[in-house]
T-cell receptor, first 117, second 112 residues
Framework: KAGVTQTPRYLIKTRGQQVTLSCSPI?????VSWYQQTPGQGLQFLFE???????NKGNFPGRFSGRQFSNSRSEMNVSTLELGDSALYLC????????????????FGPGTRLTVL | LAKTTQPISMDSYEGQEVNITCSHN???????ITWYQQFPSQGPRFIIQ???TKVTNEVASLFIPADRKSSTLSLPRVSLSDTAVYYC?????????????FGTGTRLQVFP
């Protein structure tokens, strides 16, 4: 079974621009979460989508948004880019059987390295 | 979600057993303990998950004492390729709270 894929792998933008990152979860996985990782702040949760609805949201400004499609694929958008948005953006998917079982483990993609100049 | 505390770094040599301990004093009844491994510029990779006592899989063992306020990830006979950052996470994996809070992790360096 193919793993989580993210595109593009690398991206260079300038301040003020906007960017859209894409994530394809493992087949059958309905939950997709996004994380930002920087050397200074570590791994931080952005938001999580399940069945096309945002279920959880981290502490990030409204410039960070996302959506999920009916096939569970997800996109993340960052508008008005700032230098501090340079980071590795990770997407993770999980099966989420809805029964609360501990096997709803998250599987991460390779990430998109965003550099803002 | 419960906060976790891990050593910032550890050094080991090839062939040795490595034990990384994580403290989670405020763990809740429904919380599980999960460990992830991350290599530079890659996403974290699930290693092992447990609720209590001992869990073992093909790559690691997880020891959880009765009070569940700490846990120990054990990597038997490490190799150079085990050099990575290891994260301990504690949380309720039920679908209503499906998000993870990563701490600073433990940077393991394995020497030949």
């Amino acid at each position: 079974k193919a793993g989580v894929t993210q595109t593009p792998r690398y991206l260079i933008k300038t301040r003020g621009q906007q960017v859209t990152l894409s994530c394809s979860p493992i087949s059958g996985h309905r939950s997709v979460s996004w994380y930002q990782q920087t050397p200074g702040q570590g791994l931080q949760f952005l938001f999580e989508y399940f069945s096309e609805t945002q279920r959880n949201k981290g502490n990030f400004p409204g410039r960070f948004s996302g959506r999920q499609f009916s096939n569970s694929r997800s996109e993340m958008n960052v508008s008005t880019l700032e230098l501090g948005d340079s980071a590795l953006y990770l997407c993770a998917s999980s099966l989420v059987e809805g029964t609360g079982v501990a096997t709803d483990t998250q599987y991460f993609g390779p990430g998109t390295r965003l550099t803002v100049l | 979600l419960a906060k976790t505390t891990q050593p910032i770094s550890m050094d080991s040599y090839e062939g040795q057993e490595v034990n990384i301990t994580c403290s989670h004093n405020n763990i809740a009844t429904n919380d599980y303990i999960t460990w992830y491994q991350q290599f530079p510029s890659q996403g974290p990779r699930f290693i092992i998950q447990g609720y209590k006592t001992k869990v073992t899989n093909e790559v690691a063992s997880l020891f959880i004492p009765a009070d569940r306020k700490s846990s120990t990830l054990s990597l038997p006979r490490v190799s150079l390729s085990d050099t990575a950052v290891y994260y301990c996470l504690v949380g309720d994996p039920s679908y209503n709270t499906d998000k993870l809070i990563f701490g600073t992790g433990t940077r393991l360096q394995v020497f030949p």
